[in-house]
């Protein structure tokens, strides 16, 4: 039997024990949690008996400082057959803490988690995070509400649901780590990770779009005011005013459509990106875990059947990279979907043009009295080349998300 480090008799120490970069750790359990398997980097680097830990709670290794919000919001989204990644801080039995990025994901018949340890620097913000839960926690804020406060954390991160978190996530650890150990990405996970860095810079180019397009919604009234004060002369003005007010109507509804909500077409197309990007990433995660599995010379108990457990994980490897596929095509329908909409803007901008170089005209012709119009023309001028030069930069990530689909197509 292993003993508790008499070192630490509370149970818990501030040191970390280490294991390797390129190790990865292996569990499976029933509904109940239970441990029911494990490979021998679980066994090792928890310290437990392969008595101890086989039919004992996978909570056995929990670490104190794990907030209550954490495990809850897994449970959750487990119990809704959702494969769920999250950093983890483990207890070893001598009371040293190490940290792994879990992948759980439901089986017929309980669960199985891989995890691989966590070398970027993301793992420090949500360590930080954690921190500040658990004292809410000791406070006596409820885990489900501790959950929301970890759900608004990821929002205020940039990540409209816990789905596209934990894809940065799992994506991010994945590729620090195979830097650590000298490997470039696999050529289907690095298309992911260029389609899921073009979409985050669609994200930044809409937005400041969007605020260039909010700097001229004045423009109307203000050509209305000017349009008053030429008395005869301004019938010209008055009416370019109320077709740019219908012009920046339709552009309007084309933001809200494009970029607001959880329902517009940037949001489906970036769901759709990191719900395969997850995917594959988890697919190659238990790859990497049967490859272990099936060179490995450890011995294992005679409860553990390794066999079968390089068929479960085989089997179920296989059904996360079918579900990749699967989600490929959603990827290619969303892209096409975001061309048109784009298209449909660039029409709006070409309207823009239009009616920018009618208030050049009418400017010229009014002489000294259109200078207050020739004003509204240069401020035109401006917004509207941020817009297009924008709505170009849009078109080229789709264009590069469009081209990785095309390549991931290809290699299946």
Request: aromatic residues 8%; contains cysteine.
């Amino acid at each position: 039997m292993s003993e508790l480090d008499p070192a630490f008799p509370s149970g818990v120490s501030k040191s970390e024990a280490t294991f390797q970069v390129n190790e990865a750790f292996y569990s499976r359990t029933d509904k109940r949690a239970v441990i029911k398997a494990g490979n021998e980097v679980f066994q090792r680097v928890a310290g437990h008996e392969w008595e101890e830990l086989l039919g004992a709670p996978h909570k056995l290794i929990r670490h104190p400082d794990m907030p209550k919000g954490v495990f809850h919001m897994l449970w959750e989204r487990l119990k809704a057959g959702k494969p769920t990644g999250a950093y983890v801080k483990n207890r070893r039995i001598c009371g040293r803490f190490y940290w792994v990025y879990a992948l759980v994901a439901p089986t017929e018949d309980g669960y199985i988690s891989t995890r691989i340890k966590p070398v970027s620097s993301l793992r420090a913000e949500v360590e930080a995070l954690y921190a500040g839960m658990l004292k809410h926690e000791q406070d006596g804020m409820s885990a489900a509400d501790s959950a929301e406060t970890l759900q608004k954390w990821i929002r205020d991160q940039g990540f409209a649901t816990y789905d596209n978190f934990q894809s940065h996530a799992l994506a991010t650890e994945f590729e620090a780590r195979s830097r650590q150990m000298g490997r470039s990405l696999d050529p289907m996970l690095q298309r992911f990770v260029d389609m899921s860095r073009a979409i985050a810079e669609v994200w930044d180019e809409a937005d400041k779009m969007t605020e260039a397009f909010k700097a001229i919604r004045t423009v109307p009234m203000n050509m209305r005011i000017i349009a008053s004060r030429l008395e005869n002369v301004g019938g010209p003005i008055s009416a370019i005013s109320v077709n740019y007010s219908q012009m920046l109507e339709e552009m309007s509804t084309w933001v809200k459509t494009f970029v607001e909500g959880d329902d517009c077409v940037f949001a489906h197309i970036r769901s759709a990106i990191f719900m395969g990007q997850f995917l594959c990433f988890a697919s190659a995660v238990e790859r990497e875990m049967i490859t272990g599995f099936g060179t490995s010379q450890d011995a294992y108990p005679d409860t553990i059947d390794v066999a079968r457990e390089i068929a479960e994980l085989t089997e179920h490897e296989q059904r996360f990279m079918q579900q990749t596929i699967d989600r490929l095509s959603s990827v290619e329908r969303e892209a096409r979907r975001f061309a048109h909409s784009v298209l449909d803007m660039k029409r709006y901008v070409t309207g823009l043009s239009s009616t920018r170089m009618m208030c050049k005209i009418e400017s010229a012709s009014l002489s000294e009295s259109g200078s207050s119009l020739a004003g509204i023309v240069e401020q035109l001028d401006s917004c509207q080349q941020e817009i297009e030069d924008r709505l170009a930069r849009v078109m080229d990530l789709n264009a590069v998300i469009q081209n990785n689909t095309a390549l991931l197509r290809s290699m299946i």
